[in-house]
């Protein structure tokens, strides 16, 4: 198989498991039903992690639910235009790099590490 023909079909892959995914995140609550996959930290001990709701979070945003993705992990639904700069700047590496390098530069990073260890431990606290 030639380098293109195995790049269609990774694509295709990747587009038919996403498809999948949105169609089982937009059919099942995640909290409701033990399909889906536990966070081992919560499990361990009791604390939320920074990714915890998340699941819930894509199911309530698939139905049009801004406000329970909202409650179920603020900083998630906050960050994704965030993600979506990334995803930008990522297609646009090879023919905007000083883009590229901007988003993904060292302060940016570790601005993105502060804003979750800090959502990480105020959701604790207060029980978010």
Known sequence: MTTAGRRTV???AGAVILTALVVIYAL???GEIRL???CPFLML???KCPGCGSQRVIHALLGGDIATAWHNNAVMVASLPFIALLLVAQTMRVSHP???HRVNS???ILSTFAIVVLWWIIRNIFDL
Do not use: E, S
């Open 10 to 12: 990774i694509i295709t």
């Open 28 to 30: 099942f609550d995640p």
């Open 36 to 38: 889906f996959p536990r």
């Open 45 to 47: 001990t009791g604390l």
């Open 98 to 100: 000083r883009f590229y």
């Open 106 to 108: 060292r302060a940016v």
